[in-house]
Every structure is written in C-alpha cells, then in structure tokens.
C-alpha cells in the first residue's frame, strides 16, 4: 500500500515570510502524491471563502496527475503503459507526453545521470514499503541493463519500450510538473502571490505584497530540525534531493532512493543537491540528476545551464561540506559553522 514516509514531516525546503501586519495569507494542506502539499495565497482583495474555492481547484489538479503518473495505481496511465509498451505503441495524453519528452531532454544532457527508465531497479530496493531491503547483486545485474532511456521510443503521440523489461517510474519530476501546474491553475484564476509546497519541493509566484520577504531555507541534512542556511526568492522553484529522505541502515551504511541508472545501486556523491531555477518540473529533475553526477560534476553541470542554480553538500573527511553555483554563491547565509568550498 501506498504511503506517506515520515521524512515528509521534516521538509527539506522552508520558505519563510512576514508579511505586514494586514496581510494574512489563506492556505491549506492535503496529502497528496504520497507528501504534504500545501498551497498558500497571499491575496488583500478577495474574501476567504473564494479563495479557498481557488485552492481547491489547484489540489483538483494535483489529483489528476497523480492519477497518471503513480507507479502504485494500477488505473493510471504510467500503469498502462509499463504493462503494455513492451508490446505494442501506446498513445500518451498531453501530461505524459510532456513529462517524459522533458525527462528525455534530461537524460540526454547528463549522459543518462537522469533515467526514469530506473523503475525496474528501484522496485528491487521496496524503498516505499515498511520493509526496505537490500536486493541481491544478481537481481540488480539482472534489471540494470534494461535501465537505458534510449530503450525508449517516442513518435506521434505514442510510446513503445524495445526491451519487455523497461518500466518507467516518474517520481523524480512528476510532483515538480504538478506544482507547476498547480501554479497555472492559481494564475488563471488571477491570483498573483502564492506558493506551492509538496514535500519541500515548492514554487512560488511574487507580488508587491511579498517582494523581497521570502527566504528560502534548507535543512541540515545530519542535525534533526536544524536549518543550514538561506537565500531569497521571490519567484521561481526550489526541489532538493537527499539522502535522509527515504532510506534505511544496513551493516552500518546508509542506503537511500536516489540510484546511479550505471549501477543501480545509491549515488554516493553527495549528501544533498538543491537546485534553483524557474519551472519546478525542471527543478526536480535536476536535483536528482545533479546528486547522481555527485558534487564536482553535478556543479559542472550545472554552470553549463541558462538560469539554474544549485546548492551541494557533501561530505568530506567526516565533515559537511557545501558548494554554491555562482548565481548563489554570494546569496547564501550559512546558519551553522560549516566547511565551504
């Protein structure tokens, strides 16, 4: 059964604003995709109860992505097409389509760092259970070579696997694409000034009401409930990946959800990767892709993007340490005494 992990409590991402006394922000949390979202609106003109209505449409239609894309629902389409794909072209609607032509994009970039044909692999590790495992090494071997995005064919509309054993699974991009859609419903219904938050993964759309009061924080990775450091964002994305988000301890060694699509066993280059930029679909791709390319690389990688930024931690010597990417070195303010690079 699906369910919603405990590390969702301690969200990797904050966003903290103080507004003026009279601007009281309307918003509501619900579980959905498996976290907590919460949208929040900030809004002097209209009443509470229209807003609300507002709110609502914008968890319609985070529902309806996550009837598509969730591995776990045997109804929805990304189902459908993990059992049928292997055989036969099946026709996308305009969310898949979307998702993966984006995903695609991704992978090509990173030289495969991103593949969310990684589902075959990542079902081995039952991180979504109450039972993690290690899988054994003959299983992984077995499932690895079929984890190739290339293996996957796009054309009119439809998709088709040239492999039987291909299974896509969207959880590292499909939220971002449902908070960026959430956001699209907010501003057709005139809104201006809100934010979306889905397991610290968030965007936020800026007025004259907030400009200049968000502070964007992230979570120290290794001390409970103690924040790193901040930078300010009025509009744009934040999505953060690490390794204390879904894991488990093994014979002493920490094993955690982000895979190497190489390997298919836990990326261990990085501690934690938050990016920045404008769409948060993008954003939380490239937060996984970054922390599987691991700090030196992923940064990299990063530089070489128009309009993204990023945050790595790391370790080194037993210590935390932490690189900025240009656009934020400077932004930064550290919370804790940390090494920096």
Not at 160 to 187: R, S
Not at 260 to 272: F, I, L
Request: charged share 25%; aromatic share 8%; proline share 3%.
């Amino acid at each position: 059964m699906k369910r919603v992990p405990l590390f969702v409590l301690f969200i990797s991402i904050y966003l903290f604003c103080t507004p003026s006394q009279k601007l009281t922000p309307v918003e509501q949390t619900k579980i959905l995709m498996d976290t907590f979202v919460q949208v929040t609106i900030f809004d002097q003109n209209r009443q509470v109860e229209e807003l609300e209505k507002i709110i609502e449409s914008s968890f319609q239609r985070i529902k309806e992505i996550d009837r598509i894309t969730n591995n776990y629902n045997d109804s929805s389409l990304i189902s459908l097409v993990n059992r049928k794909a292997c055989k036969e072209p099946v026709e996308l609607d305009s969310v898949l389509q979307e998702i993966i032509l984006s995903a695609n994009k991704i992978s090509k970039q990173s030289d495969g760092a991103f593949d969310i044909t990684i589902g075959s692999v990542k079902r081995l590790w039952n991180f979504s259970s109450d039972d993690p495992r290690v899988p054994e090494a003959t299983a992984i071997n077995n499932q690895i070579e079929h984890v190739d995005y290339r293996l996957v064919k796009l054309e009119n509309h439809k998709i088709k696997f040239n492999t039987p054993k291909i299974k896509i699974d969207l959880g590292a991009i499909a939220k971002g694409f449902a908070i960026d859609e959430a956001i699209m419903v907010l501003q057709q219904n005139g809104i201006k000034d809100a934010m979306v938050n889905a397991g610290g993964d968030l965007r936020a759309i800026c007025s004259d009401l907030t400009k200049g009061k968000r502070k964007v924080w992230i979570k120290h990775p290794r001390i409970e409930n103690k924040l790193l450091g901040y930078f300010q964002m009025d509009n744009g994305s934040v999505a953060t990946s690490g390794d204390y988000e879904r894991f488990f301890i093994k014979d002493s060694t920490r094993y955690f959800h982000i895979l190497d699509p190489k390997t298919g066993y836990p990326a261990r280059g990085c501690v934690s990767v938050t990016i920045q930029t404008g769409n948060a679909m993008i954003a939380d791709a490239l937060a996984t892709t970054v922390f599987v390319l691991g700090s030196d690389a992923g940064m990299n990688f990063v530089e070489k993007l128009p309009d993204v930024e990023a945050i790595i931690l790391f370790e080194q010597n037993g210590k935390i340490n932490w690189i900025a990417s240009k656009g934020l070195k400077n932004k930064f303010k550290i919370n804790v005494q940390l090494q920096r690079s």
